[in-house]
C-alpha cells in the first residue's frame, strides 16, 4: 500500500525539507517502519521507548484520528493521506 | 524600583533580536530541551509542549510588590513577570484584566459554604468579556516581537472575538477559524471587528488540526497563529488569573480554585503563576487545591481523572458549552497531575446542571455567566455535596466569560406576564 506522509515542519530535518513523502504499509505501524528506512530518525521522533505514539503526537488517516481507530494497527489503504501533528496546539 | 533583568534573544527563524522581558528562552515541559525564544510551539525532540523559561533573579520582593502595586490597573502592572517588553503598556493592545473578585455570600449560602468564604473571579469583565482576552494581549506582543503581520487561531467563539478586536487596536489583519455552527452570539462579536471568520465544517478539533496543517504550509507562511505557533507566550496570560486572585485577596493563596477545562491551558498556567508568586516571596507558602470542570457532554479529563488514568482518550464533543468543547485538550495529561498533586479533583455537570448554575449565579449574584461560567458553579456544587471541596476553606471559581455570548443556552428565560398599561391589569397578574 502506497500512501502519502503530511511532514509537521519540526521533523522536515529528517526529510530534506520535504513536506509530504511517500511510504509503503498496510498499517500505520508499518508505515513509520517504512519512513525510518528512508528517514532514519523520525520513528524515535514519533514514537516513544516502548514503541508507543507519543502524548503529543496525533496522527490522522485520512481524515480519521488513530487513536479512535486501532492505533497503530489502523489500516493505510493505497493511496491514504497520513498526517502527523504536534497535538499540543488550540485552547 | 528593582532592576529588570532583559534576555534579549534571537529568534532563529527569523534571525532578529527580540525583547520579551524576562523571558530568557523556551523549554521542553516533558523533557526539559530549551531553545532560544522564537515561534515555535513542540518541542523538536518529544512534541512535548514548549513554555516560557524566565530569568527572575534580579527581582527584591518588596521592590516588585510596590512596582505591582503602582502599576496600571490591567495585566501589564504584573509585566515584570510576563514576556513582554518593559514599555508594553505604552503599545495599542487591549488591555484586559483587573477584573472583579467578588465576594459571593448569597451564592455561598446556597451552595453551603461558609460566610465570607468564596469568591467569583469574573472576567465577563475584559473588553470582548472572556478571558481570551488575557492570553491574546500576551500572543500580539510575541506577533509583534516576530515580526507578523496577520494574526490568526482556531477558536470555540470566545478567543475568535478576543483575536479579531486585539488585532484590529494593534494595526495586524485577523483571519480566524471557528466551527460552522457555533452561537449566534459569538459569530457576531468575533465578525464585527472586520477581520477574516472563516467556519470550518467539523468541531473544534477539526479546526485546530486544520490549523495545525496551514501553519506548515506555504498559504500560511508568516501567520502567527496565536494558540499554535505562538502559544508559549498566548498561554502565559492565563498567569495572571493567579496574580490577580491573590493581590486581591490581600497577597494570599486561596485555599481552593475552581477552574473550567477546554484544552486545560488555563489551569495550569495559573497553577504555574501560583508557584511563581511563591517562589518569588510574594505569598506565604501553603497548601492550595485546584479542582478542574467539564460539561459531562465533553468530559475526556473528568473520565480520565475517575478512571485513575494518566493518560486522556480524546471524545467526540456533544455539549452546550461549545467553549469548552474541546474533545483532544492538549493539556488534558498535566491537568491531572496538577489536580492529583495538589489534592483537588477533576468533575463534569449535565447541560441541564449547567444551565441550573447559571440561574443560580445570576440570581444571588447578579452575574450573568456564559455556559462555561455555568460549569464552574455547578461542578462547585457537585464538590461541596460531595465533601470533595471543604466549605470553611477560602474558594475562588472562575468565571470565564459573559452569557451574553451564550444566550441559547436561557432561551426559555423570559418575561414573567404580559399585562395591558393600566393598574388594574398588573393588580390582576398577582405582582402587587
Redesign the interface.
Known amino acids: 500500500m502506497s500512501v502519502t506522509v503530511r511532514i509537521p515542519t519540526i521533523l522536515r530535518t529528517y526529510t530534506g525539507g520535504q513536506a509530504e513523502v511517500n511510504a509503503e504499509g498496510a498499517t500505520l505501524g508499518e508505515v513509520i517502519e517504512d519512513l525510518e528506512k528512508n528517514h532514519t530518525g523520525i520513528a524515535a521522533r514519533v514514537l516513544d521507548d516502548q514503541g508507543k505514539l507519543r502524548r503529543f503526537v496525533n496522527v490522522y488517516v485520512n481524515d480519521d484520528d488513530v487513536r479512535f481507530e486501532q492505533g497503530l494497527g489502523t489500516a493505510t489503504p493505497d493511496g491514504a493521506g497520513v498526517s502527523i501533528i504536534p497535538a499540543v496546539a488550540g485552547g | 524600583m528593582a532592576a529588570q533583568t532583559v534576555a534579549s534573544t534571537t529568534d532563529s527563524a527569523a534571525g532578529t533580536s527580540v525583547d520579551l522581558g524576562p523571558a530568557a528562552a523556551l523549554s521542553c515541559r ?1 523533557c526539559g530541551h530549551r531553545v532560544p525564544l522564537g515561534s ?11 513554555e516560557i523559561a524566565y530569568d527572575f533573579s534580579a527581582y527584591d520582593t518588596e521592590e516588585l510588590r510596590k512596582r505591582i502595586e503602582a502599576g496600571p490597573a490591567n495585566i501589564w502592572r504584573y509585566a515584570p513577570l510576563l514576556p513582554v517588553p518593559a514599555d508594553v503598556a505604552t503599545k495599542p493592545n487591549i488591555n484586559p484584566g483587573w477584573t472583579k473578585l467578588v465576594q459571593a455570600d448569597n451564592l455561598a449560602r446556597e451552595l453551603g459554604v461558609d460566610a465570607g468564604k468564596l469568591f467569583v473571579k469574573d472576567d465577563s469583565g475584559n473588553p470582548t468579556h472572556s478571558f481570551k482576552d488575557r492570553v491574546v494581549a500576551q500572543a500580539i506582543e510575541a506577533a509583534r516581537a516576530f515580526g507578523f503581520t496577520t494574526l490568526s487561531c ?1 477558536s470555540t467563539g470566545n478567543l475568535a472575538g478576543a483575536v479579531g478586536a486585539a488585532a484590529a487596536r494593534a494595526g495586524f489583519r485577523s483571519c480566524v477559524f471557528i466551527p460552522h455552527d457555533l452561537e449566534q452570539g459569538k459569530v457576531v462579536m468575533a465578525a464585527v471587528y472586520g477581520g477574516d471568520l472563516v467556519g470550518i465544517e467539523g468541531n ?2 477539526d479546526v ?2 486544520f ?3 496551514l ?3 506555504p498559504a500560511g507562511e508568516g501567520w502567527g ?1 496565536v ?2 505557533n505562538l ?1 508559549p507566550y498566548y ?1 502565559e496570560g492565563s498567569k495572571t488569573l493567579a496574580y490577580e486572585i491573590c493581590e486581591q485577596l490581600g497577597w494570599r493563596l486561596p485555599d481552593q480554585i475552581v477552574v473550567p477545562i ?5 489551569l495550569t498556567k495559573i497553577d504555574k503563576g501560583l508557584q511563581e508568586l511563591i517562589k518569588l516571596g510574594l505569598v506565604e507558602d501553603k497548601p492550595y487545591r485546584i479542582f478542574g470542570a467539564q460539561a459531562e457532554g465533553c468530559s475526556p479529563v473528568s473520565t480520565a481523572y475517575k478512571a485513575g488514568h494518566d ?1 486522556v ?2 471524545q467526540k464533543p456533544n455539549t452546550i458549552a461549545k467553549s469548552l468543547a ?1 474533545g ?4 488534558g ?1 498535566y491537568v491531572l497531575d496538577i489536580a492529583r498533586r495538589t489534592g483537588g479533583a477533576v468533575e463534569d455537570v449535565t447541560d441541564e446542571q449547567v444551565v441550573d448554575a447559571i440561574k443560580l449565579l445570576a440570581r444571588t449574584e447578579g452575574i450573568f455567566a456564559e455556559t462555561a461560567g455555568g460549569v464552574t458553579v455547578g461542578v462547585t456544587r457537585k464538590l461541596v455535596e460531595s465533601g470533595a471541596l471543604d466549605p470553611s476553606l477560602t474558594t475562588v471559581v472562575l468565571n470565564t466569560g459573559d452569557g451574553l455570548k451564550t444566550l441559547d443556552a436561557v432561551a426559555g428565560t423570559g418575561m414573567t406576564a404580559t399585562i395591558r398599561p393600566s393598574l388594574d391589569s398588573f393588580r390582576e397578574a398577582g405582582l402587587a
Not at chain 2, 43 to 48: L, N, V, W
Not at chain 2, 328 to 331: H, S
Open positions: 516533558e515555535v510551539f513542540a518541542c523538536e525532540e518529544c512534541f512535548g509542549p514548549l482556531s473544534y478539533d485546530n488540526r490549523c495545525s496543517e501553519i506548515g504550509d497563529f494558540n499554535v502559544r498561554a477546554a484544552s486545560g491551558s488555563q493518560v482518550r480524546p474541546i483532544n485538550p492538549a493539556d495529561p
